[in-house]
């Protein structure tokens, strides 16, 4: 659905579980408010309601997708319900591009719309609507309203005791980096109470009580994963960054920087279920469009550093670049016959571990594919999820002409003018290179509402040093986690 419904757009952002979707028929898609499944949700106790009040309360608040294949020359398209003609309750999508109402299009009747030009055989056009044919009265629309403030109120309760939580799990302990050994802990040098820090050759944590180091977690890294000694010390490193990072900070998102790099070849299936697993909130990735339109997963322009192959990404087939052996990246001989993702597999990834699928599109010209993208994250149910990351101000504004609300992460300066590009692109981070972040560079973007994503660095002092400016995300190589 292009664009379920302007007055809940935030809740689809902030509260996603709190709409049912439920596919009608092909093609055909409606988003019903969870708090409005039966009367007693959302009318006053004692208020008598009748079946047709509530039904035409339903109809108000739920938004109907009806997407249609246009024959050629094709003008008038017939809707499955009605709508209040001239309410301003009727949007039209062609390609994916909003029309204007009375200009592009003319609400015919209340199951009936007109475009003002025949479209091409073939052309998606899309329809969304309130599927409501009487407007409620102002008492049950203060009702409704009420009721969806309570719903907000208890959500937000339910936030700050969550907070409260985990603030109490962790205030008795202060995270530090971990040492070799329990020798080369108790040589550190004025260690504070509540210091925590874990020995990488046992695993085990240690917690400074004032006087001595006390032992309070063992851990066997070889229990973490048995596939190779060096694998395994990674990832028993790995947990204990994300101890550390869930206790710097209540904010920062880490992404993994094509995927767990730093266990498995970059830009595989291997890297990307590794950073699923290891808990990162999102997977960063690189794609470019082959010359018969499929979007795989690749970091170059050509196959050459990272493949048995050689050419152009984009003036090569699918079937070509499928036919290649990855034979580059870290720890590349541990793994047999990786090939070269396409994007769908990647994205699917994302889903099953929950994460953001954070995708920055390569290459001259992709700016005319961006909605391929965007609908293929629509129909794996990851457009919520979806993050585009954009290098160029032209392919931003051109993406932002096609879809107003998916996340864009625009690799930018520092400058005044910068930060007003951004802002007037809307829902965008700014990302810029790990160096350029100072105190200031984030209150001047913070100041206006901008979140900022930062890249590039490789140790965990960078990036607690970046936790302490108050970055909103890190999109890592060597370290990460999720701090939901």
């Known amino acids: 659905m292009t664009d379920y419904n302007i007055e809940y757009k935030d809740h689809i952002v902030e509260n996603p579980n709190r709409f049912r979707q439920t596919v009608v028929a092909p093609g055909i898609v409606d988003l019903v408010p969870i708090w409005v499944e039966n009367p007693s949700q959302v009318i006053q106790e004692g208020t008598p309601v ?3 009040l509530f039904d035409k309360l ?75 044919s009487q407007a409620l009265s102002e008492d049950l629309i203060e009702q409704v309203q009420a009721a969806e403030a309570a719903t907000i109120a208890a959500n937000d309760a339910a936030d700050e005791a969550n907070d409260a939580a985990t603030g109490a799990l962790t205030a008795n302990l202060n995270w530090k980096e971990p040492v070799n050994n329990l020798t080369a802990l108790n040589a550190l040098a004025s260690p504070q109470a509540r210091d925590t820090r874990q020995t990488k050759d046992t695993g085990n944590v240690y917690r400074y009580d004032g006087s001595a180091w006390v032992l309070i977690q063992t851990m066997d890294p070889n229990a973490i994963n048995a596939l190779d000694t060096r694998i395994t010390t990674q990832l028993a490193e790995k947990a204990n960054q994300l101890q550390v990072y869930m206790s710097q900070s209540n904010a920062t998102r880490y992404f993994a920087h094509r995927g767990a790099s730093n266990v498995a070849p970059e830009n595989t299936m291997a890297a990307f279920e590794f950073a699923g697993e290891l808990g990162f909130a999102g997977i960063e990735t690189d794609t470019w469009r082959t010359s018969d339109g499929v979007w795989v997963c690749i970091h170059d322009e050509t196959v050459d550093r990272t493949t048995n192959g050689t050419g152009t990404v984009t003036a090569l087939t699918s079937t070509y670049i499928n036919s290649l052996t990855i034979d580059g990246g870290l720890n590349v001989a541990l793994y047999d016959g990786l090939k070269v993702p396409t994007l769908e597999q990647y994205m699917r ?3 099953k571990y929950n994460c953001v699928a954070a995708v920055e599109v390569k290459g001259t010209g992709a700016s005319a594919y961006l909605h391929e993208i965007i609908d293929m994250a629509r129909e794996l149910g990851m457009y919520n999820q979806l993050h585009l990351i954009i290098g160029d101000q032209a392919t931003a504004t051109a993406l932002r002409a096609i879809d107003k609300n998916v996340i864009i992460h625009h690799l930018t300066g520092t400058s005044q003018a910068s930060i007003d590009f951004v802002k007037g692109l809307g829902n965008t981070v700014a990302a810029m290179v790990y160096t350029a972040i100072t105190p ?3 209150e001047s973007f913070h100041a206006e509402g901008i979140p900022l994503s930062t890249y590039g660095m490789s140790t965990l002092s960078q990036i607690l040093e970046l936790l302490s400016k108050n970055v909103d995300f890190i999109i890592a190589d060597n370290h990460g986690g999720d701090v939901k």
Do not use: H, M, W
């Not at 339903?58 to 001239?86: H, I």
């Not at 029309?99 to 009747?109: A, K, P, V």
């Open 58 to 132: 339903r109809a108000n608040v739920t938004r109907r997708s009806e997407t249609f294949a246009a024959t050629a020359s094709q003008t008038v398209f017939n809707l499955t319900k009605a709508y209040l003609v001239g309410q301003g309750r009727l949007d039209v999508y062609i390609s994916g591009v909003k029309q204007r109402s009375g200009i592009d299009f003319t609400e015919t009747n209340p199951t009936r719309f007109t475009l003002s030009e025949g479209l091409d055989a073939g052309t998606v056009v899309e329809a969304v609507y309130f599927s409501a």
């Open 440 to 442: 200031a560079v984030v």
């Open 50 to 52: 009748n079946a047709d």
């Open 349 to 351: 990834v994302c889903k």
